[in-house]
T-cell receptor, first 111, second 116 residues
Framework: GENVEQHPSTLSVQEGDSAVIKCTYS??????FPWYKQELGKRPQLIID?????GEKKDQRIAVTLNKTAKHFSLHITETQPEDSAVYFC??????????FGPGTRLSVLP | ETGVTQSPTHLIKTRGQQVTLRCSSQ?????VSWYQQALGQGPQFIFQ???????GRGNFPPRFSGLQFPNYSSELNVNALELDDSALYLC???????????????FGSGTRLTVV
């Protein structure tokens, strides 16, 4: 089955700097890669996603890149703000079906 | 408000008891997935229901069972509770494969289950 690894487990950046979180997956058949943000005590919320037929997708300060050959994908957050502090989860799978989540990255944006 | 509602929000049970968690899917969504999120970990897939049938199951024992109703709401039942079952249980709804491309789950707020 699918296995997703995520690095780093914790990340601290200064406000205004960029943050990068990387994930690898094992099942080359996976075709959908969402990223979720989870604030303390709250539900995971979808922040951006990418499908396997696209190499890069951007939404304002957030971007995701996908390298299908290497089976890894990354989340890039530019101009970080304190409200970006949260746990971020990557996932891999098939849209419309179940996903396998990574273990999460705790991002702290220091003012 | 995401439209996915779960009940109850918190629950305390004793080891060996049984529990039922409930989820109402977002309007128009016919697929419900259940995940278990232990403290400090990512969500783990339990199972998914599509059109009232189980449509995939993760690595959870048979004492974890579920149902989906004609209105697409769903229940998660856990028998013979163990201490390790303590976790946040998340329900997520999505469009099924018969409704065209969809873009990920809408999660509910979850039910925090504590087994003592």
């Amino acid at each position: 089955g699918e296995n997703v690894e995520q690095h780093p487990s914790t990340l601290s950046v200064q406000e205004g700097d960029s943050a990068v979180i990387k994930c690898t997956y094992s099942d080359s058949a996976s075709n959908y890669f969402p990223w979720y943000k989870q604030e303390l005590g709250k539900r995971p919320q979808l922040i951006i996603d990418i499908r396997s037929n696209v190499g890069e997708k951007k939404d304002q300060r957030i971007a995701v890149t996908l390298n299908k050959t290497a089976k890894h994908f990354s989340l890039h957050i530019t101009e970080t703000q304190p409200e970006d502090s949260a746990v971020y989860f990557c996932a891999a799978g098939f849209y419309g079906q179940n996903f396998v989540f990574g273990p999460g990255t705790r991002l702290s944006v220091l003012p | 408000e995401t439209g996915v509602t779960q009940s109850p929000t918190h629950l305390i049970k004793t080891r060996g008891q049984q529990v039922t968690l409930r989820c109402s899917s977002q309007s128009g969504h016919n697929t419900v997935s259940w995940y278990q999120q232990a403290l400090g970990q990512g969500p783990q897939f339990i199972f998914q229901y599509y059109r009232e049938e189980e449509n995939g199951r993760g690595n959870f024992p048979p004492r974890f069972s579920g149902l989906q109703f004609p209105n697409y709401s769903s229940e998660l039942n856990v028998n013979a509770l163990e201490l390790d079952d303590s976790a946040l249980y998340l329900c997520a709804s999505s469009l099924g494969p018969d409704r065209g491309p969809n873009y990920g789950y809408t999660f509910g707020s979850g039910t925090r289950l504590t087994v003592v």
